[in-house]
């Protein structure tokens, strides 16, 4: 069975980057862009296709090449180019093979890459077998995990059943968040990263039981969505992003039975769908 990747982490799966293959230290939060429309998307995919074509042809250090693949499946399975993000990360997979010289942060880049391959096409064994080793070969290079491969090996454990598995994983992500919000203030990035963080952790919580927990999490993850609104000129995806987390919220309090309070969240989401559903008009 295909996976597609919830619109409220695709971001932070699909950030698979190293110090190599993404410059600006793989987890500075990125600028902001505007929303991306279908021809903006096949134009960048068939930017990423020709310089990986280009790459391929050019003699000697391979290294460029891989990178070019890789960044080219990451975009792929975004588009829901599982197939062809499949062959593109197996392909850099077999240049790595090639190389003399092994570098540790390219190869779990890679490896990565193929999970994510993998896992977009349904087939989770694989993924999380590369997966486990691209983490391993990362940390043992002295890098931290990127907050997009824990978020894909949480993913993978859900699948399992493994909530400890998965608790471990978004935690972890979590503490990344935090630590690039510190640093970077309310960046739309940042905020963004910790507000999908905390929802993961709260879906956790509350698969365990422990509402409590569950209710914070949500709660702080609603706050920072809020002033993500506040900050900056919001995407239709961060809106869309707020009502998942007040439906959220307002499920737990209706499970804890908190009736009025989950009222108020409902009406808060409802008038934020009919301001969707009626943008205003482009003077």
Known sequence: MRHRLPASVRALVLDIGSPIVAPAASWVPRPESPQSSPQS????????????RRRLEREGDRRPAIAALVRLAHALVDAGLDDEAL???RRARDLLQGE???DPVLT?????AVALSEWACGDSAAAAEHLDRAISLHTSAGFEVPAGWLNLCAHLALERLDLDAAERAYAESLAIARRLLDAHGDSPQALRDLSVSLDNVGQVQQARGDLDAAERAFAESLATRRR???VSRPLQQDLSDLMSTLSALANLHRERGHGDVAASLEQERDALKERLSHPPLSP
């Open 41 to 52: 998307t096949a134009g960048t995919l068939d930017f990423l296709r020709e310089e990986a």
């Open 108 to 112: 779990a880049s890679t490896l990565a």
């Open 100 to 102: 003399p010289t092994l």
């Open 228 to 230: 993500l609104v506040a």
């Open 87 to 89: 062959a593109a990360s």
